[in-house]
């Protein structure tokens, strides 16, 4: 996605992440996240301790956290900028749907106009 935004001109910031537990029965929670990510070929997600996780911001009561290094924000606008232009070039059009199968809303699909 980074290397897009760079690419395309799309402003963005790897700013990171913490997704946390706040109590130990979320814990295995976090571990199934790790997992996947890990499946999905995330490879710097890692498991930290609450006082790591506090070094970072202060403020937060945890009792365990998954960092992700990697993750960011981005221009939602600039970006959907960048593939308009690049769906008109292949003439190819973008709707919104409310729910796609999978059960997410909000999505998105591409339809080939001939």
Same mark, same amino acid.
């Not at 402003?11 to 997704?19: D, E, F, M, N, S």
């Not at 970072?56 to 009792?63: A, D, F, I, R, S």
């Given at each position: 996605?980074?290397?897009?935004?760079?690419?395309?001109? =799309?402003?963005?910031?790897?700013?990171?992440k913490l997704i946390v537990a706040?109590?130990?029965?979320?814990?295995?929670?976090?571990?199934?996240?790790?997992? =996947?990510?890990?499946?999905?070929?995330? !490879?710097?997600?890692?498991?930290?301790?609450? /006082?790591?996780?506090?070094?970072?911001?202060?403020?937060?009561?945890?009792?365990?956290?998954?960092? /992700?290094?990697?993750?960011?924000?981005?221009?939602?606008?600039s970006f959907m900028l960048a593939?308009?232009?690049? !769906?008109?070039?292949?003439?190819?059009?973008?709707?919104?749907?409310?729910?796609?199968?999978?059960?997410?809303?909000?999505a998105w699909i591409c339809i080939? !106009? =001939?």
């Amino acid at each position: 996605m980074y290397s897009y935004c760079e690419a395309h001109g =799309v402003p963005y910031k790897r700013a990171g992440k913490l997704i946390v537990a706040t109590q130990s029965q979320q814990v295995p929670v976090l571990e199934k996240l790790a997992k =996947v990510g890990k499946d999905n070929g995330v !490879t710097d997600l890692r498991l930290i301790e609450a /006082s790591e996780a506090q070094e970072m911001e202060p403020q937060l009561q945890c009792v365990k956290a998954l960092w /992700s290094p990697s993750s960011g924000i981005l221009d939602s606008h600039s970006f959907m900028l960048a593939l308009q232009v690049i !769906t008109n070039f292949l003439s190819l059009s973008l709707s919104q749907i409310s729910q796609s199968p999978l059960g997410f809303f909000g999505a998105w699909i591409c339809i080939v !106009t =001939v």
